[in-house]
């Protein structure tokens, strides 16, 4: 025999006698040690329970008694130099461990029972009945590996550092305390410590190493201090009874699988100092019911919340630009996601069968909707896709089963393969794309396939979620693809002047503000008919009738100012104004109107002011004479017209529905317009 590799006689528990023929020139076991040593190195490669190590071996090579769960003690003799890599690991039954006192390489002091590099104070090999001495500080790696008989051990203040797999699988430590001394805990340092119930992190530790905890079963919670600046990958992985745990304001990352499989984790709070979620992070976390994403993190890595299937719903933040692949992969309790306008790569599968989840809305930021995205979603029954939304991609909703309509924006150009495939409960299809749809065609991801209804809209472009028709010569805002409650109108479409449509925003009782530019001429009927939450409209110079119905429903509405250039109003325009205070006309003829329709005693609270020098002429005038306060205004100045604080960040235009580009302290004197209402800069 003249080669003996590594691991051959590993995990031999029952292995008491080994012999070397005494005519191998290779190996031999001297002194009746029963080891095999390499005899031109005096390295001891091979042992067993039962070895006596003579003083003649210089080395013990590594994995020499690895796994001999049957060891229970042993002598290094003042000969040994030096003891390779897990040299004994895993030898569960030791007890008992000494060092020559005359060896000047290692010692085993105080009786402590564990080899300790002398010059380094390194403890490199422990057992169930190690006491670490005070002088000792650091613990090598895997030192107490395996260690299962291991129940409880004091770690000194002089300890600075511990190693990697320095307590792996030692599965009958129940508590431990770490030392102040401590700065860093190692790679798999406690992993398999599977009876472990608590341990204190102290606040000199910064960084926890990958696999720290990985499979601490018996843990339940743990408190991160604000110190630590890293979690590393499987850092708590598969803590299957980990209930809760604090992160602190220091940590700037969450490694990949630093959660996975911990079953029992309820709540999770992630703190603003963290820039990104990896993948993996809180996979299998079943018992996961809510968690708080901050406004710090940008990236929401591949298969984050995997099968976390307790969580119900979850907003991603505005800082958040991507969602990464099968992020949320069978959350099948999750009814509800918000998605942060930031977001511009939704990643394939990421919302694949979560079948609990109703509605969700795509913010403008996404351009395109990866393949599978929202496959098996079958509680879906609605979903907004914005008009930023380019392609659909294969399967992207196939199985939702729950749709029942869904609206193409002018925007998509393409829809991947079976994109709606399943989908049966999809009879509604609106159309304003420039794909052509028809009823029962398999064509374009089978969007049609199960329809009764399909409408081919006939869009000449868009600005935006704002789409135009044009008839005859005549452009026309005919729909609003979006959910803003603030609204600022395109200035002009291709350079022209527009119309508004009939019903345009009809039934927004969300909306709160629009402001109308000057290129528009021509509003519709009904056309913010149930805006109830309309507190102010300005009708712009350019309009020169008001439609009936206009405002019908818009209780809220405070303010109206009606432009300069209208002649003529439809009667009733203010019966449902009920909280109306202040009516503003910028035409000094008073347009033709048979009743406003206020009621009584709107009449006496209303303000209506008028251009300088018309006062006459509407105190005189059909409709505008019942007005008990009738009150004059500079046309160079609008009185009595006030912002709040959100208004005043919004755009300003002049009176021509130019948008003004310099700041409002640089501008001109003059009557602006400014969160839908008029302005006076002086």
């Known amino acids: 025999m003249t080669s003996i590799e590594s691991y051959v006689f590993s995990g031999c528990s029952s292995l008491t006698s080994i012999t070397v023929d005494k005519n191998n020139t290779t190996y031999d076991s001297r002194d009746n040690c029963n080891a095999i040593i390499k005899t031109g190195s005096n390295n001891l490669i091979v042992g067993c329970k039962s070895t006596v190590i003579p003083n003649s071996v210089t080395s013990i090579g590594n994995y020499a008694f690895l796994n001999c769960t049957g060891l229970t003690s042993i002598t290094i003799p003042n000969s040994v130099t030096s003891i390779g890599d897990d040299a004994f690991k895993d030898c569960s039954s030791l007890t008992s461990i ?58 000194p203040n002089s300890v600075t550092s511990i190693g990697d797999y320095a307590f792996r699988g030692c599965e009958s430590l129940t508590s431990i305390t770490i030392p102040n001394s401590v700065t860093s805990i190692g790679r798999s340092t406690f992993s398999g410590c599977s009876g472990l119930t608590s341990i204190t992190i102290p606040n000199s530790v910064t960084s926890i190493g990958d696999y720290a905890f990985y499979g601490c079963s018996s843990l339940t919670s743990i408190t991160i201090p604000n110190s630590v600046t890293s979690i590393g990958e499987w850092a708590f992985s598969d803590c299957s009874g980990l209930t809760s745990i604090t992160i602190p304001n220091s940590v700037t990352s969450i490694g990949d699988y630093a959660f996975y499989g911990c079953s029992s984790l309820t709540s999770i709070t992630i703190p603003n100092s963290v820039t990104s979620i990896e993948s993996f992070a809180f996979e299998g976390c079943s018992g996961l019911t809510s968690i708080t994403i901050p406004n710090s993190v940008t990236s929401i890595g591949d298969y984050a919340f995997r099968g976390c299937e307790s969580l119900t719903s979850i907003t991603i933040p505005n800082s958040v630009t991507s969602i990464g692949v099968h992020a949320f992969l069978g959350c099948t309790g999750l009814t509800s996601i918000t998605i942060g306008n930031s977001v511009t790569s939704i990643g394939n599968g990421a919302f694949l069968n979560c079948s609990g989840l109703t509605s969700v809305i795509i913010p403008n930021s996404v351009t395109s909707i990866g393949r599978i995205t929202f496959s098996g979603c079958s509680g879906l029954t609605s979903i907004t896709i914005p008009n930023s939304v380019t392609s659909i991609g294969d399967y992207a909703f196939s199985d939702c089963s729950g749709l029942t309509s869904i609206t193409i924006p002018y925007s998509v150009t393409s829809i991947g393969e079976r994109a709606f495939y399943g989908c049966k409960g999809l009879k509604t299809v609106i159309n304003y794309s420039n794909l052509k749809l028809s009823i029962y065609s398999s064509s374009h991801g089978y969007i049609a396939y199960y329809a009764s209804k399909v409408e081919n809209k006939d869009i000449d472009g868009a600005i935006g979620d704002y789409y135009f028709v044009k008839k005859g010569q005549i452009y026309c805002l005919a729909y609003y693809m979006g959910s803003d409650k603030k609204l600022i109108l395109p200035e002009n479409y291709k350079g022209n002047n527009y119309e508004i449509a009939n019903d345009m925003f009809s039934g927004r009782s969300d909306l709160t503000s629009i402001t109308i530019p000057n290129s528009v001429t021509s509003i519709g009927s009904y056309a913010f008919n149930g805006c109830s939450s309309l507190t102010s409209i300005t009708i712009p110079n350019s309009v020169t009738s008001i439609p009936k119905g206009l405002i019908n429903g818009c209780s809220a509405l405070e303010k109206l100012y009606i432009g300069s250039s209208v002649t003529s109003i439809a009667d009733n325009l203010l019966a449902d104004c009920t909280n109306l205070n202040t009516l503003t006309v ?39 004479k019942k007005f008990f306060n009738i009150e004059e205004y500079d046309p160079t100045g609008i009185a009595d017209i006030t912002l709040d604080a959100e208004e005043k960040n919004l755009p300003i235009y002049n009176l021509q529905g130019t948008r003004m580009t310099e700041e409002k302290e640089n501008l001109p004197t003059g009557i602006y317009i400014q969160g839908g209402k008029k302005i006076f800069i002086k």
């Not at 402590?112 to 403890?123: G, H, K, P, R």
């Not at 033709?592 to 005038?621: C, H, I, R, W």
Request: aromatic letters at 8%; charged letters at 15%; proline letters at 4%.
């Open 586 to 624: 910028g035409a000094k003829i008073p347009p033709t109107v048979n009743d406003l329709g206020l009621g009584g005693q709107q009449y006496f609270t209303v303000k209506l002011q008028v251009p300088e020098g018309s006062k006459a002429m509407y105190q005189f005038a059909e409709a505008w």
């Open 98 to 155: 000494t060092v020559n006192e005359n060896n000047t390489t290692y010692d085993s002091r105080d009786n402590c029972n564990a080899i300790i590099e002398t010059c380094s104070n390194e403890l490199i090999v422990g057992c169930k009945s190690t006491v670490i001495p005070n002088s000792v500080t650091s613990i090598g790696d895997e030192a107490f590996s395996g260690c299962s008989g291991l129940t409880s051990v004091i770690i």
